[in-house]
Protein backbone atom coordinates (compact mmCIF):
# COMPACT_ATOMS: atom_id res chain seq x y z
CA UNK A 1 0.00 0.00 0.00
CA UNK A 2 1.62 3.43 -1.50
CA UNK A 3 -1.23 5.63 0.17
CA UNK A 4 -0.81 9.25 1.27
CA UNK A 5 -3.97 10.85 2.49
CA UNK A 6 -4.43 14.57 3.10
CA UNK A 7 -7.68 16.28 4.56
CA UNK A 8 -9.47 18.13 3.78
CA UNK A 9 -9.54 18.05 0.13
CA UNK A 10 -11.01 21.45 -0.59
CA UNK A 11 -10.39 24.35 1.83
CA UNK A 12 -11.72 27.98 1.48
CA UNK A 13 -10.70 30.45 3.99
CA UNK A 14 -10.37 34.28 4.87
CA UNK A 15 -7.12 35.91 5.07
CA UNK A 16 -7.57 36.23 8.71
CA UNK A 17 -8.66 32.62 9.44
CA UNK A 18 -6.50 29.78 11.27
CA UNK A 19 -6.50 26.49 9.36
CA UNK A 20 -4.61 23.07 9.37
CA UNK A 21 -4.04 20.80 6.46
CA UNK A 22 -3.50 17.23 7.83
CA UNK A 23 -1.40 14.60 5.79
CA UNK A 24 -1.15 10.85 7.22
CA UNK A 25 1.27 7.94 5.97
CA UNK A 26 0.84 4.28 7.22
CA UNK A 27 4.08 3.07 5.47
CA UNK A 28 6.87 3.64 7.94
CA UNK A 29 8.49 5.98 6.12
CA UNK A 30 10.86 8.38 8.02
CA UNK A 31 11.05 11.46 5.58
CA UNK A 32 7.94 13.50 4.86
CA UNK A 33 6.92 16.90 2.52
CA UNK A 34 5.04 19.56 1.56
CA UNK A 35 5.11 21.18 -1.38
CA UNK A 36 2.99 23.97 -3.18
CA UNK A 37 1.45 23.40 -6.45
CA UNK A 38 0.03 26.44 -9.23
CA UNK A 39 -1.90 25.91 -12.11
CA UNK A 40 0.39 24.31 -14.95
CA UNK A 41 3.45 24.30 -12.75
CA UNK A 42 5.46 21.74 -11.28
CA UNK A 43 5.41 21.20 -7.40
CA UNK A 44 7.44 23.46 -5.37
CA UNK A 45 9.47 21.96 -2.44
CA UNK A 46 8.63 23.74 0.98
CA UNK A 47 9.60 21.91 4.30
CA UNK A 48 11.45 18.64 4.75
CA UNK A 49 11.23 16.52 7.87
CA UNK A 50 13.30 14.02 8.41
CA UNK A 51 12.88 11.29 11.43
CA UNK A 52 10.25 13.92 12.58
CA UNK A 53 12.85 16.89 12.15
CA UNK A 54 12.40 20.15 10.29
CA UNK A 55 15.26 19.21 7.96
CA UNK A 56 14.55 22.01 5.21
CA UNK A 57 12.58 24.75 4.85
CA UNK A 58 12.84 26.67 1.77
CA UNK A 59 12.52 30.09 3.20
CA UNK A 60 8.83 29.72 3.40
CA UNK A 61 7.16 32.62 4.69
CA UNK A 62 5.90 32.27 8.51
CA UNK A 63 2.43 32.33 8.03
CA UNK A 64 2.86 28.58 6.93
CA UNK A 65 3.90 26.54 10.33
CA UNK A 66 4.57 22.98 9.69
CA UNK A 67 4.51 20.21 12.88
CA UNK A 68 5.38 16.81 12.39
CA UNK A 69 3.85 15.03 15.53
CA UNK A 70 4.62 11.36 14.92
CA UNK A 71 6.11 9.50 12.00
CA UNK A 72 3.19 9.11 10.40
CA UNK A 73 1.25 12.65 10.77
CA UNK A 74 2.44 15.86 8.99
CA UNK A 75 0.97 19.16 9.52
CA UNK A 76 0.79 22.16 8.17
CA UNK A 77 -0.75 25.75 9.93
CA UNK A 78 -2.13 28.13 8.03
CA UNK A 79 -2.46 32.03 9.69
CA UNK A 80 -3.21 35.01 7.79
CA UNK A 81 -2.68 33.74 4.57
CA UNK A 82 -2.83 35.89 1.50
CA UNK A 83 -4.56 35.22 -2.11
CA UNK A 84 -1.67 34.79 -4.05
CA UNK A 85 -1.02 31.72 -1.55
CA UNK A 86 -4.08 29.87 -3.44
CA UNK A 87 -2.65 26.55 -4.64
CA UNK A 88 -2.54 22.75 -4.63
CA UNK A 89 -0.87 21.67 -1.36
CA UNK A 90 0.65 18.40 -1.76
CA UNK A 91 1.97 16.21 0.99
CA UNK A 92 4.48 13.64 0.10
CA UNK A 93 6.73 10.96 1.77
CA UNK A 94 9.84 8.38 1.64
CA UNK A 95 11.40 6.02 3.25
CA UNK A 96 14.20 7.66 4.18
CA UNK A 97 15.38 11.46 3.41
CA UNK A 98 18.71 10.71 1.20
CA UNK A 99 18.11 10.51 -2.26
CA UNK A 100 14.05 10.03 -2.05
CA UNK A 101 13.69 8.18 -4.82
CA UNK A 102 10.44 6.64 -3.98
CA UNK A 103 8.83 9.59 -3.02
CA UNK A 104 4.81 9.20 -2.81
CA UNK A 105 2.59 12.36 -2.94
CA UNK A 106 -1.14 12.48 -1.75
CA UNK A 107 -3.95 13.60 -3.62
CA UNK A 108 -3.37 17.22 -2.30
CA UNK A 109 -5.54 20.04 -0.23
CA UNK A 110 -6.87 22.45 -2.67
CA UNK A 111 -6.64 25.76 -0.88
CA UNK A 112 -8.70 29.36 -1.59
CA UNK A 113 -7.86 32.27 0.24
CA UNK A 114 -10.71 34.77 -0.05
CA UNK B 1 19.56 28.24 -17.69
CA UNK B 2 17.00 25.34 -15.23
CA UNK B 3 18.50 22.62 -14.28
CA UNK B 4 16.41 20.04 -15.48
CA UNK B 5 14.63 21.35 -18.99
CA UNK B 6 11.01 19.55 -20.47
CA UNK B 7 9.41 20.56 -23.07
CA UNK B 8 5.61 21.58 -21.57
CA UNK B 9 4.18 20.50 -25.15
CA UNK B 10 0.84 19.44 -25.39
CA UNK B 11 1.75 16.40 -27.11
CA UNK B 12 -1.69 15.49 -28.77
CA UNK B 13 -1.31 11.71 -30.24
CA UNK B 14 -3.89 9.51 -31.77
CA UNK B 15 -5.25 6.41 -29.57
CA UNK B 16 -2.67 3.50 -29.61
CA UNK B 17 0.69 5.60 -30.99
CA UNK B 18 4.35 5.53 -29.07
CA UNK B 19 4.87 8.35 -26.85
CA UNK B 20 8.20 9.68 -26.70
CA UNK B 21 8.66 11.87 -23.54
CA UNK B 22 11.88 13.59 -22.85
CA UNK B 23 13.99 15.88 -20.33
CA UNK B 24 17.72 16.83 -20.32
CA UNK B 25 19.58 17.64 -17.31
CA UNK B 26 23.09 19.64 -16.22
CA UNK B 27 23.79 18.71 -13.02
CA UNK B 28 25.54 15.65 -12.87
CA UNK B 29 25.11 15.13 -9.55
CA UNK B 30 21.53 13.99 -9.86
CA UNK B 31 21.60 9.97 -9.12
CA UNK B 32 17.99 9.15 -9.31
CA UNK B 33 15.52 9.71 -11.69
CA UNK B 34 11.63 9.76 -11.48
CA UNK B 35 8.67 9.97 -13.61
CA UNK B 36 5.32 10.80 -12.27
CA UNK B 37 1.96 11.39 -13.81
CA UNK B 38 -0.26 13.94 -12.77
CA UNK B 39 -4.05 14.35 -13.64
CA UNK B 40 -5.86 17.19 -13.66
CA UNK B 41 -6.78 18.39 -9.91
CA UNK B 42 -4.93 15.43 -8.45
CA UNK B 43 -1.78 14.47 -6.84
CA UNK B 44 1.73 13.42 -8.89
CA UNK B 45 1.73 9.47 -8.89
CA UNK B 46 5.01 7.61 -9.62
CA UNK B 47 5.34 5.83 -12.43
CA UNK B 48 9.07 4.82 -12.37
CA UNK B 49 12.01 5.37 -11.15
CA UNK B 50 15.65 4.53 -12.30
CA UNK B 51 19.37 4.77 -11.29
CA UNK B 52 21.78 3.74 -13.84
CA UNK B 53 21.95 4.24 -17.55
CA UNK B 54 19.70 1.97 -19.36
CA UNK B 55 16.53 0.99 -20.10
CA UNK B 56 14.15 -0.06 -17.22
CA UNK B 57 10.52 -2.07 -18.59
CA UNK B 58 6.68 -2.02 -16.61
CA UNK B 59 3.78 -2.90 -18.50
CA UNK B 60 3.54 -0.79 -21.80
CA UNK B 61 6.10 2.09 -19.91
CA UNK B 62 9.81 2.06 -20.29
CA UNK B 63 12.25 4.74 -18.75
CA UNK B 64 15.60 5.54 -20.27
CA UNK B 65 18.55 7.06 -18.73
CA UNK B 66 21.59 8.19 -20.87
CA UNK B 67 24.14 9.90 -18.08
CA UNK B 68 26.43 10.89 -20.39
CA UNK B 69 24.25 12.90 -22.64
CA UNK B 70 22.41 13.79 -19.38
CA UNK B 71 19.02 12.43 -21.37
CA UNK B 72 16.03 10.30 -19.84
CA UNK B 73 12.92 9.48 -21.45
CA UNK B 74 9.96 7.63 -20.85
CA UNK B 75 8.02 5.63 -23.60
CA UNK B 76 4.31 4.63 -23.73
CA UNK B 77 3.36 1.83 -25.54
CA UNK B 78 -0.13 1.61 -27.33
CA UNK B 79 -1.21 4.47 -25.71
CA UNK B 80 -4.69 5.14 -24.04
CA UNK B 81 -7.23 7.97 -23.45
CA UNK B 82 -6.38 7.44 -20.01
CA UNK B 83 -3.11 8.09 -20.30
CA UNK B 84 -3.80 11.84 -21.00
CA UNK B 85 -2.43 13.52 -17.96
CA UNK B 86 0.74 15.73 -17.63
CA UNK B 87 4.05 13.81 -16.90
CA UNK B 88 6.52 14.91 -14.96
CA UNK B 89 10.07 14.00 -14.55
CA UNK B 90 12.17 14.85 -11.17
CA UNK B 91 15.82 14.02 -10.53
CA UNK B 92 17.44 13.42 -6.74
CA UNK B 93 19.40 16.24 -5.25
CA UNK B 94 20.44 15.30 -1.96
CA UNK B 95 16.99 15.12 -0.25
CA UNK B 96 15.02 17.19 -2.32
CA UNK B 97 13.71 16.69 -5.86
CA UNK B 98 13.93 18.42 -8.75
CA UNK B 99 11.56 18.27 -10.74
CA UNK B 100 10.92 19.18 -14.79
CA UNK B 101 8.20 21.96 -16.17
CA UNK B 102 5.98 19.08 -16.82
CA UNK B 103 4.96 17.81 -20.38
CA UNK B 104 0.85 17.98 -20.91
CA UNK B 105 -0.06 14.69 -22.98
CA UNK B 106 -3.28 14.44 -24.70
CA UNK B 107 -4.65 10.81 -26.56
CA UNK B 108 -7.01 10.79 -29.29
CA UNK B 109 -9.82 8.68 -29.01
Known amino acids: DTEVTQTPKHLVMGMTNKKSLKCEQH?????MYWYKQKAKKPPELMFVYSYEKLSINESVPSRFSPECPNSSLLNLHLHALQPEDSALYLCASSVQGGQPREQYFGPGTRLTVT | QKEVEQDPGPLSVPEGAIVSLNCTYS??????FMWYRQYSRKGPELLMY????GNKEDGRFTAQVDKSSKYISLFIRDSQPSDSATYLC?????????FGAGTILRVKS
Open chain 1, 27 to 31: MGHRA
Open chain 2, 90 to 98: AMTAGNKLV
Open chain 2, 27 to 32: NSAFQY
Open chain 2, 50 to 53: TYSS
